[in-house]
T-cell receptor, first 114, second 113 residues
Framework: GDSVTQMEGPVTLSEEAFLTINCTYTATGYPSLFWYVQYPGEGLQLLLKATKADDKGSNKGFEATYRKETTSFHLEKGSVQVSDSAVYFCALSRRGTSYDKVIFGPGTSLSVIP | NAGVTQTPKFQVLKTGQSMTLQCAQDMNHNSMYWYRQDPGMGLRLIYYSASEGTTDKGEVPNGYNVSRLNKREFSLRLESAAPSQTSVYFC????????????FGQGTRLTVV
């Protein structure tokens, strides 16, 4: 079945460090891929998305490229800030026979220290 | 501009009590979902509803029931709460057509004692 795998956390970085959170997926067909972010005490919100191979999603300095050949969608940011401390979820969405099925990875907790 | 609204935000139940978590969306989405979030386990799908009048089990449906009351509302019921159901519950919705993102409510923190 469809699945999403993320690197285990927690991840702790110093401010202005480079961030990479790995994500790989298994799915039939051509899913769309997403990164969601959950700040402390809040629900999930969409960070960025890519709907087809080689697309790059970007938002708030974060980027991820849809790599179909490696079935990956790694999240990167060149210089993290304390305000980026949150849990990051990789997800895929695939059209089923009659619905959009959204599947999430387990989440990666990021702490950025000053 | 409400999006997905969940009630209540917090709840404490005694073992064996029942309750219903309410969820409503105002985005005319067809698909709606209930997830639970537990430490170290990410989000696990409890039930989903592809469209009004249809519901299907997700990954962890035992101990729960759902009702898709109409296109806007999707409720989750715990008939006899157990401590293992202590969790944070999230409702979400998405468009039916195409590959689209899910929109989430703020969550309900449930404690069963």
């Amino acid at each position: 079945g469809d699945s999403v795998t993320q690197m285990e956390g927690p991840v702790t970085l110093s401010e202005e460090a480079f961030l990479t959170i790995n994500c790989t997926y298994t799915a039939t067909g051509y899913p769309s891929l997403f990164w969601y972010v959950q700040y402390p005490g809040e629900g999930l919100q969409l960070l960025l998305k890519a709907t087809k191979a080689d697309d790059k999603g970007s938002n708030k300095g974060f980027e991820a490229t849809y790599r179909k050949e490696t079935t990956s969608f790694h999240l990167e940011k060149g210089s993290v800030q304390v305000s980026d401390s949150a849990v990051y979820f990789c997800a895929l969405s695939r059209r089923g026979t009659s619905y959009d099925k959204v599947i999430f990875g387990p989440g990666t907790s990021l702490s950025v220290i000053p | 501009n409400a999006g997905v609204t969940q009630t209540p935000k917090f709840q404490v139940l005694k073992t064996g009590q029942s309750m219903t978590l309410q969820c409503a969306q105002d985005m005319n989405h067809n698909s709606m979902y209930w997830y639970r979030q537990d430490p170290g386990m990410g989000l696990r799908l409890i039930y989903y509803s592809a469209s009004e009048g249809t519901t299907d089990k997700g990954e962890v449906p035992n101990g729960y029931n759902v009702s898709r009351l109409n296109k806007r509302e999707f409720s989750l019921r715990l008939e006899s709460a157990a401590p293992s159901q202590t969790s944070v519950y999230f409702c979400a919705s998405s468009y039916r057509e195409g590959n689209t993102e899910a929109f989430f409510g703020q969550g309900t923190r449930l404690t069963v004692v």
